[in-house]
């Protein structure tokens, strides 16, 4: 992708992100602590197929306003397949920050910029370790369900899609979880 391509798409991103002030029903109260305003969720997700994959996505986010809120998440993963007549085991980690912008209650725009590393075995048995960035933008749905919790869909779109990705086949990242504070 072009640089000018991802340039447009970060512009796209942080305006729609940081669009003016806006009082919402679901703005913070004015006794709010900023403790109150952390949130904390992520994902767990495991598949034993072909190959076993287990893997953990935290994030922890804090809400600036009654619509933006930012955050950090970390990935760690592990799978062990057969690869070239051998047992390959693997670990892969990586990290991001990302930005939230809710449109409405339930609707809310999504950018995350990071990167991630994963382990390789090439058919003579040799490991190496790739990195690669990304760059996600989508959006999501969310609804309550407590006071503090809430279950959310998520379609996000790899914008970047580096060669070395090996999540570059084109398709969008989908997602379904639970968030504590969101």
């Given at each position: 992708?072009?640089?000018?391509r991802?340039?447009a798409?970060?512009?796209?991103?942080?305006?729609?992100?940081?669009g003016?002030?806006?009082?919402?029903?679901?703005?913070?109260?004015?006794?709010?602590?900023?403790?109150?305003?952390?949130?904390?969720?992520?994902?767990i997700s495991a598949?034993?197929?072909?190959?076993t994959?287990?893997?953990?996505?935290?994030?922890?986010?804090?809400?600036?306003?009654?619509?933006?809120?930012a955050?950090?998440?970390?990935?760690?993963?592990?799978?062990?397949y057969e690869?070239f007549?051998?047992?390959?085991?693997?670990?892969?980690?990586?990290?991001?920050?990302?930005?939230?912008y809710?449109?409405?209650?339930q609707?809310?725009?999504?950018a995350?910029?990071?990167?991630?590393?994963?382990?390789?075995?090439?058919?003579?048995?040799?490991?190496?370790?790739?990195?690669?960035?990304?760059?996600?933008?989508?959006?999501g749905?969310v609804?309550?369900?407590?006071?503090r919790?809430?279950?959310f869909?998520?379609?996000?779109?790899?914008?970047?899609?580096?060669?070395?990705?090996?999540?570059s086949?084109?398709?969008?990242?989908?997602?379904?979880?639970?968030?504590?504070?969101?």
């Open positions: 992708m072009s640089r000018t991802v340039a798409c970060l512009l796209f991103a942080v305006t729609t992100s940081l003016g002030p806006v009082r919402h029903a679901w703005a913070q109260p004015s006794g709010e602590t900023a403790a109150d305003r952390v949130y904390w969720g992520g994902g598949a034993f197929w072909d190959y994959r287990i893997r953990v996505e935290p994030l922890v986010g804090y809400r600036i306003t009654g619509s933006l809120s955050g950090l998440k970390l990935m760690g993963e592990y799978l062990r690869q007549g051998r047992t390959v085991s693997s670990i892969n980690y990586g990290g991001s920050a990302f930005a939230r809710r449109f409405i209650e609707l809310y725009g999504h995350e910029y990071g990167g991630a590393t994963y382990e390789t075995v090439n058919a003579q048995g040799i490991e190496s370790r790739i990195g690669y960035p990304f760059l996600l933008l989508g959006g749905f609804q309550r369900t407590g006071r919790t809430s279950l869909f998520e379609i996000l779109y790899d914008v970047l899609q580096d060669e070395d990705s090996p999540n086949n084109g398709g969008p990242f989908v997602s379904i979880g639970v968030a504590v504070g969101f």
